[in-house]
Protein backbone atom coordinates (compact mmCIF):
# COMPACT_ATOMS: atom_id res chain seq x y z
CA UNK A 1 0.00 0.00 0.00
CA UNK A 2 1.72 3.65 -0.75
CA UNK A 3 2.52 4.97 2.44
CA UNK A 4 1.53 8.91 2.23
CA UNK A 5 3.59 9.83 4.82
CA UNK A 6 6.92 8.37 3.21
CA UNK A 7 5.72 9.57 -0.42
CA UNK A 8 5.57 13.13 1.31
CA UNK A 9 8.90 13.30 2.94
CA UNK A 10 10.70 11.38 -0.30
CA UNK A 11 9.33 14.48 -2.29
CA UNK A 12 9.97 17.30 0.59
CA UNK A 13 13.71 16.02 0.01
CA UNK A 14 14.21 16.07 -3.39
CA UNK A 15 12.66 19.24 -4.17
CA UNK A 16 14.91 21.32 -1.53
CA UNK A 17 18.27 19.54 -3.48
CA UNK A 18 19.29 22.34 -5.60
CA UNK A 19 18.64 20.35 -9.28
CA UNK A 20 18.77 23.03 -12.16
CA UNK A 21 19.17 22.13 -15.97
CA UNK A 22 22.51 20.63 -16.72
CA UNK A 23 23.01 20.60 -12.95
CA UNK A 24 21.45 17.37 -11.77
CA UNK A 25 23.80 15.57 -10.32
CA UNK A 26 23.39 15.93 -6.82
CA UNK A 27 19.86 14.31 -7.16
CA UNK A 28 20.63 12.14 -9.46
CA UNK A 29 23.57 10.51 -6.93
CA UNK A 30 20.76 10.31 -4.21
CA UNK A 31 18.35 8.22 -6.84
CA UNK A 32 21.26 6.41 -8.09
CA UNK A 33 21.79 5.07 -4.30
CA UNK A 34 17.93 4.70 -3.33
CA UNK A 35 16.85 2.88 -6.90
CA UNK A 36 20.65 0.51 -6.60
CA UNK A 37 18.93 -0.08 -2.70
CA UNK A 38 15.55 -1.03 -4.49
CA UNK A 39 17.11 -3.77 -6.64
CA UNK A 40 17.41 -2.20 -9.95
CA UNK A 41 20.48 -2.29 -11.85
CA UNK A 42 21.20 1.29 -12.52
CA UNK A 43 23.58 3.15 -15.63
CA UNK A 44 23.67 6.61 -16.48
CA UNK A 45 24.31 7.27 -19.91
CA UNK A 46 26.92 9.68 -21.91
CA UNK A 47 24.15 12.28 -22.50
CA UNK A 48 26.25 14.63 -19.94
CA UNK A 49 29.20 14.82 -22.36
CA UNK A 50 27.20 15.43 -25.75
CA UNK A 51 25.23 18.56 -23.21
CA UNK A 52 28.48 19.59 -21.96
CA UNK A 53 26.62 18.94 -18.08
CA UNK A 54 27.73 17.29 -14.82
CA UNK A 55 24.83 14.34 -15.42
CA UNK A 56 23.74 11.65 -17.96
CA UNK A 57 20.20 10.07 -17.76
CA UNK A 58 19.51 7.41 -15.57
CA UNK A 59 17.84 4.08 -16.88
CA UNK A 60 16.97 1.62 -14.37
CA UNK A 61 16.27 -1.40 -14.70
CA UNK A 62 13.95 -4.04 -11.91
CA UNK A 63 13.69 -7.58 -12.81
CA UNK A 64 10.34 -8.66 -12.82
CA UNK A 65 9.12 -11.75 -10.56
CA UNK A 66 6.83 -12.60 -13.61
CA UNK A 67 6.65 -12.43 -17.40
CA UNK A 68 4.96 -9.38 -18.51
CA UNK A 69 5.53 -6.60 -20.86
CA UNK A 70 8.22 -4.42 -20.20
CA UNK A 71 6.93 -1.07 -18.63
CA UNK A 72 8.90 1.85 -18.37
CA UNK A 73 8.28 4.68 -16.43
CA UNK A 74 9.91 7.81 -16.67
CA UNK A 75 10.43 11.27 -15.14
CA UNK A 76 12.82 14.52 -15.20
CA UNK A 77 14.84 15.17 -12.58
CA UNK A 78 15.87 19.19 -13.52
CA UNK A 79 13.81 22.08 -12.58
CA UNK A 80 13.17 25.51 -13.70
CA UNK A 81 15.07 28.41 -12.04
CA UNK A 82 14.64 29.77 -9.31
CA UNK A 83 15.49 26.70 -7.85
CA UNK A 84 17.69 27.69 -4.94
CA UNK A 85 17.29 27.16 -1.30
CA UNK A 86 13.10 25.92 -1.83
CA UNK A 87 11.18 25.97 1.30
CA UNK A 88 8.39 24.16 0.80
CA UNK A 89 5.36 24.65 2.61
CA UNK A 90 2.03 22.69 3.49
CA UNK A 91 -1.25 24.46 4.21
CA UNK A 92 -4.67 23.04 3.93
CA UNK A 93 -3.11 19.80 1.97
CA UNK A 94 -1.66 22.11 -0.67
CA UNK A 95 2.33 22.01 -0.88
CA UNK A 96 3.49 25.70 -2.12
CA UNK A 97 7.28 26.85 -1.98
CA UNK A 98 7.52 30.35 0.37
CA UNK A 99 6.63 32.16 -3.15
CA UNK A 100 10.17 33.51 -3.69
CA UNK A 101 11.46 30.18 -5.65
CA UNK A 102 9.22 27.70 -8.27
CA UNK A 103 8.46 24.33 -5.63
CA UNK A 104 9.47 21.84 -8.51
CA UNK A 105 6.66 19.56 -8.20
CA UNK A 106 7.71 19.38 -11.83
CA UNK A 107 8.76 17.04 -11.69
CA UNK A 108 10.01 16.04 -8.12
CA UNK A 109 6.37 14.54 -7.99
CA UNK A 110 6.88 12.13 -11.10
CA UNK A 111 10.20 11.10 -9.53
CA UNK A 112 8.65 10.50 -5.85
CA UNK A 113 5.48 9.04 -6.91
CA UNK A 114 7.98 6.07 -8.83
CA UNK A 115 10.64 5.90 -5.73
CA UNK A 116 7.06 5.27 -3.78
CA UNK A 117 5.72 2.70 -6.35
CA UNK A 118 9.30 0.60 -6.35
CA UNK A 119 9.01 0.40 -2.25
CA UNK A 120 5.58 -0.73 -2.23
CA UNK A 121 6.50 -3.22 -4.43
CA UNK A 122 9.29 -4.67 -3.05
CA UNK A 123 7.90 -4.45 0.43
CA UNK A 124 4.26 -5.98 -0.15
CA UNK A 125 5.69 -8.45 -2.49
CA UNK A 126 3.68 -7.97 -5.39
CA UNK A 127 4.71 -9.40 -8.31
CA UNK A 128 5.64 -7.55 -11.53
CA UNK A 129 7.14 -7.73 -14.67
CA UNK A 130 10.19 -6.38 -15.69
CA UNK A 131 10.28 -2.22 -15.12
CA UNK A 132 12.41 0.10 -16.74
CA UNK A 133 12.88 3.43 -14.04
CA UNK A 134 14.11 6.51 -16.90
CA UNK A 135 15.43 9.45 -15.28
CA UNK A 136 16.07 12.22 -17.61
CA UNK A 137 18.38 14.79 -17.26
CA UNK A 138 17.80 18.67 -18.94
CA UNK A 139 14.03 17.97 -20.31
CA UNK A 140 13.64 21.86 -19.43
CA UNK A 141 14.23 24.14 -22.07
CA UNK A 142 14.41 21.89 -25.35
CA UNK A 143 13.71 18.19 -23.79
CA UNK A 144 17.53 18.15 -24.49
CA UNK A 145 18.21 15.06 -22.05
CA UNK A 146 15.72 12.21 -23.79
CA UNK A 147 16.73 13.59 -27.22
CA UNK A 148 20.46 12.81 -26.57
CA UNK A 149 19.45 9.47 -24.39
CA UNK A 150 21.37 6.09 -25.28
CA UNK A 151 18.24 4.82 -27.13
CA UNK A 152 20.47 0.93 -27.18
CA UNK A 153 19.53 1.09 -23.21
CA UNK A 154 15.75 1.02 -23.80
CA UNK A 155 13.70 -2.70 -23.82
CA UNK A 156 10.29 -1.26 -22.69
CA UNK A 157 6.94 -2.62 -24.37
CA UNK A 158 5.19 0.70 -23.62
CA UNK A 159 5.54 3.82 -21.26
CA UNK A 160 4.92 6.78 -19.08
CA UNK A 161 5.94 10.15 -18.59
CA UNK A 162 4.97 11.40 -15.32
CA UNK A 163 4.74 14.99 -15.86
CA UNK A 164 2.11 17.69 -16.90
CA UNK A 165 -0.40 19.35 -15.22
CA UNK A 166 -3.50 18.07 -14.44
CA UNK A 167 -5.38 15.94 -11.84
CA UNK A 168 -4.04 12.08 -12.28
CA UNK A 169 -6.04 10.79 -14.37
CA UNK A 170 -5.63 12.64 -17.13
CA UNK A 171 -3.48 10.92 -20.26
CA UNK A 172 -1.97 12.94 -23.09
CA UNK A 173 -2.33 11.14 -26.07
CA UNK A 174 -1.19 13.72 -28.60
CA UNK A 175 2.11 16.88 -28.03
CA UNK A 176 2.73 19.38 -30.72
CA UNK A 177 6.12 19.09 -32.65
CA UNK A 178 8.82 21.93 -32.17
CA UNK A 179 10.99 23.81 -34.74
CA UNK A 180 13.07 26.64 -33.38
CA UNK A 181 14.27 29.61 -36.04
CA UNK A 182 17.44 31.13 -35.32
CA UNK A 183 17.89 34.19 -37.39
CA UNK A 184 21.10 36.52 -38.02
CA UNK A 185 20.49 39.85 -39.79
CA UNK A 186 23.18 42.03 -41.05
CA UNK A 187 23.18 45.79 -41.99
CA UNK A 188 25.78 48.19 -42.48
CA UNK A 189 27.10 49.64 -39.49
CA UNK A 190 28.37 53.55 -39.86
CA UNK A 191 28.49 56.64 -37.71
CA UNK A 192 24.80 57.49 -36.61
CA UNK A 193 25.49 61.13 -36.51
CA UNK A 194 28.49 61.72 -39.18
CA UNK A 195 27.25 59.65 -42.48
CA UNK A 196 23.69 57.44 -41.51
CA UNK A 197 23.36 57.23 -45.30
CA UNK A 198 26.33 55.02 -45.42
CA UNK A 199 24.71 52.39 -43.05
CA UNK A 200 21.91 50.18 -43.45
CA UNK A 201 20.30 50.04 -39.95
CA UNK A 202 19.43 46.07 -38.97
CA UNK A 203 17.20 46.70 -36.46
CA UNK A 204 14.93 48.85 -38.94
CA UNK A 205 14.85 46.05 -41.55
CA UNK A 206 14.04 43.32 -38.47
CA UNK A 207 10.93 45.75 -37.71
CA UNK A 208 10.06 45.27 -40.82
CA UNK A 209 10.30 41.63 -40.90
CA UNK A 210 8.52 41.20 -37.72
CA UNK A 211 5.01 42.83 -38.90
CA UNK A 212 4.89 40.50 -41.24
CA UNK A 213 4.96 37.54 -38.67
CA UNK A 214 2.64 35.32 -37.65
CA UNK A 215 2.08 35.43 -34.22
CA UNK A 216 0.59 33.61 -30.68
CA UNK A 217 -2.33 31.00 -31.84
CA UNK A 218 -2.42 30.10 -35.38
CA UNK A 219 -5.25 27.71 -34.49
CA UNK A 220 -6.44 24.92 -32.52
CA UNK A 221 -3.03 23.08 -33.05
CA UNK A 222 -0.54 25.00 -33.90
CA UNK A 223 1.22 28.02 -31.95
CA UNK A 224 4.06 30.58 -32.80
CA UNK A 225 6.51 32.90 -31.02
CA UNK A 226 8.82 34.85 -31.22
CA UNK A 227 10.78 34.66 -28.42
CA UNK A 228 13.97 36.52 -28.14
CA UNK A 229 15.81 39.40 -30.12
CA UNK A 230 19.38 41.17 -29.66
CA UNK A 231 21.42 43.41 -31.24
CA UNK A 232 22.64 46.86 -32.12
CA UNK A 233 25.15 47.91 -30.45
CA UNK A 234 25.15 51.94 -29.10
CA UNK A 235 22.69 55.23 -30.04
CA UNK A 236 25.17 56.71 -32.22
CA UNK A 237 26.36 53.14 -34.10
CA UNK A 238 23.93 52.79 -36.93
CA UNK A 239 22.74 48.64 -36.11
CA UNK A 240 24.81 46.52 -37.86
CA UNK A 241 23.17 42.89 -36.17
CA UNK A 242 20.27 41.52 -34.96
CA UNK A 243 19.71 38.01 -34.15
CA UNK A 244 15.92 36.99 -33.09
CA UNK A 245 14.87 33.54 -32.20
CA UNK A 246 11.66 32.15 -32.84
CA UNK A 247 9.94 29.06 -32.47
CA UNK A 248 6.73 27.30 -34.26
CA UNK A 249 4.72 24.20 -32.49
CA UNK A 250 1.95 22.20 -34.34
CA UNK A 251 0.33 19.05 -33.35
CA UNK A 252 0.43 18.43 -37.11
CA UNK A 253 3.54 17.59 -38.76
CA UNK A 254 2.54 19.23 -42.07
CA UNK A 255 1.16 22.71 -40.66
CA UNK A 256 4.65 22.75 -38.46
CA UNK A 257 6.58 22.23 -41.79
CA UNK A 258 4.64 25.12 -43.35
CA UNK A 259 4.72 27.54 -40.80
CA UNK A 260 8.33 27.05 -40.59
CA UNK A 261 8.49 27.41 -43.99
CA UNK A 262 6.49 30.76 -44.11
CA UNK A 263 8.56 32.17 -41.15
CA UNK A 264 11.79 31.32 -43.09
CA UNK A 265 10.44 32.54 -46.11
CA UNK A 266 9.20 35.71 -44.24
CA UNK A 267 13.07 36.41 -43.19
CA UNK A 268 14.65 35.91 -46.38
CA UNK A 269 12.30 37.77 -48.58
CA UNK A 270 12.83 40.55 -46.05
CA UNK A 271 16.90 40.23 -46.24
CA UNK A 272 16.12 41.18 -50.05
CA UNK A 273 13.70 44.03 -49.58
CA UNK A 274 15.89 45.40 -46.84
CA UNK A 275 19.18 44.87 -48.67
CA UNK A 276 20.21 43.05 -45.40
CA UNK A 277 22.02 39.67 -45.11
CA UNK A 278 19.66 37.29 -43.56
CA UNK A 279 20.97 34.18 -42.06
CA UNK A 280 18.38 31.44 -40.95
CA UNK A 281 19.00 27.99 -39.34
CA UNK A 282 15.95 25.33 -38.36
CA UNK A 283 16.74 23.49 -35.33
CA UNK A 284 13.90 20.77 -34.52
CA UNK A 285 13.28 20.52 -31.29
CA UNK A 286 10.99 17.51 -31.64
CA UNK A 287 8.74 15.59 -33.88
CA UNK A 288 5.14 15.81 -32.70
CA UNK A 289 3.36 12.25 -31.54
CA UNK A 290 -0.35 10.74 -31.52
CA UNK A 291 -1.26 8.00 -29.32
CA UNK A 292 -4.65 5.98 -30.44
CA UNK A 293 -7.31 6.42 -27.69
CA UNK A 294 -7.37 2.41 -28.32
CA UNK A 295 -4.13 2.15 -28.04
CA UNK A 296 -2.67 -0.61 -24.97
CA UNK A 297 -0.92 2.69 -23.32
CA UNK A 298 -3.90 4.25 -23.21
CA UNK A 299 -6.52 1.38 -22.16
CA UNK A 300 -4.27 0.80 -19.26
CA UNK A 301 -3.87 3.84 -17.99
CA UNK A 302 -7.72 4.80 -18.45
CA UNK A 303 -8.59 1.45 -16.51
CA UNK A 304 -6.26 1.81 -13.91
CA UNK A 305 -7.40 4.99 -12.87
CA UNK A 306 -11.06 4.04 -13.09
CA UNK A 307 -10.24 1.48 -10.61
CA UNK A 308 -9.36 3.97 -7.94
CA UNK A 309 -11.85 5.67 -8.89
CA UNK A 310 -10.63 9.07 -10.96
CA UNK A 311 -11.80 10.61 -13.47
CA UNK A 312 -10.53 9.85 -17.23
CA UNK A 313 -9.44 12.44 -19.17
CA UNK A 314 -8.03 11.72 -22.80
CA UNK A 315 -5.93 15.24 -23.76
CA UNK A 316 -4.30 17.17 -26.60
CA UNK A 317 -1.34 19.03 -25.37
CA UNK A 318 0.29 22.00 -26.48
CA UNK A 319 3.80 21.27 -24.97
CA UNK A 320 7.12 18.61 -25.70
CA UNK A 321 7.68 16.28 -23.43
CA UNK A 322 10.23 13.60 -23.03
CA UNK A 323 7.39 11.42 -24.08
CA UNK A 324 7.70 12.87 -27.57
CA UNK A 325 11.60 11.29 -27.79
CA UNK A 326 10.69 7.58 -26.22
CA UNK A 327 7.86 8.06 -29.19
CA UNK A 328 9.94 8.13 -31.74
CA UNK A 329 12.61 5.53 -30.23
CA UNK A 330 9.11 2.94 -30.86
CA UNK A 331 8.43 2.90 -27.37
CA UNK A 332 4.47 3.49 -26.97
CA UNK A 333 4.86 6.23 -24.46
CA UNK A 334 2.06 8.33 -22.45
CA UNK A 335 2.34 11.53 -20.74
CA UNK A 336 0.00 11.23 -17.52
CA UNK A 337 -1.55 14.61 -15.28
CA UNK A 338 0.38 14.60 -12.47
CA UNK A 339 -1.47 17.29 -10.69
CA UNK A 340 1.58 20.38 -11.06
CA UNK A 341 -0.45 23.26 -11.07
CA UNK A 342 1.00 26.78 -12.24
CA UNK A 343 4.34 25.16 -13.75
CA UNK A 344 7.58 27.28 -14.27
CA UNK A 345 6.19 29.94 -11.49
CA UNK A 346 6.60 31.24 -8.27
CA UNK A 347 3.02 30.47 -7.88
CA UNK A 348 3.95 26.46 -8.55
CA UNK A 349 1.84 24.19 -6.48
CA UNK A 350 0.55 20.95 -6.17
CA UNK A 351 -2.33 19.08 -3.99
CA UNK A 352 -0.87 16.95 -1.63
CA UNK A 353 -4.01 14.52 -2.62
CA UNK A 354 -2.45 15.02 -6.34
CA UNK A 355 0.70 13.81 -5.35
CA UNK A 356 -0.89 10.36 -3.27
CA UNK A 357 -3.03 9.36 -6.05
CA UNK A 358 -0.15 10.13 -8.71
CA UNK A 359 1.74 6.82 -6.43
CA UNK A 360 -1.83 4.77 -6.74
CA UNK A 361 -2.25 5.37 -9.91
CA UNK A 362 0.88 4.48 -10.89
CA UNK A 363 1.17 1.41 -8.94
CA UNK A 364 -2.05 0.39 -10.21
CA UNK A 365 -0.65 0.42 -14.22
CA UNK A 366 2.05 -1.85 -12.84
CA UNK A 367 -0.24 -4.20 -11.36
CA UNK A 368 -2.44 -4.31 -14.17
CA UNK A 369 0.32 -4.57 -17.44
CA UNK A 370 1.67 -7.30 -14.77
CA UNK A 371 -1.96 -9.19 -15.18
CA UNK A 372 -1.35 -9.02 -18.91
CA UNK A 373 1.70 -11.13 -18.32
CA UNK A 374 -0.08 -13.75 -16.09
CA UNK A 375 -3.22 -14.57 -18.22
ZN1 LIG B 1 8.23 18.84 -16.37
Redo the contacts with the bound molecule.
Sequence with gaps: MIKEKRLLDEFLRLVQIRCSTRQERKVADLLTKQLTELGCTVQEDNAAKKLNSDTGNLIADLKGSIKAPVLMLTA?MDCVEPCENIHPQIVDGIIRSDGSTILGA??KA?VASILEVLRVLKEDNIPHGDLQIVFTVA??GGVNGSKNLDKTLLKADLGYTL??HGAPGKIVIKAPGQNKIFVKVKGTAAHAGIAPEKGNNAIMAVAKMLTKMPQGRIDEETTCNVGRIKGGQATNIVAETVEVDCEARSRDKVKLDELTKNICDIFERGGRETRTQVDVEVRKAYDPYEISPNSPVVQIAAQAAQKINLPVLLEESGGG?DANFFNSYGILCAVLGIG?TN?HTTAEFIKEKDLYDTARLTLQIVKDVADMGIK
Design positions: HDDGEEDTSTG
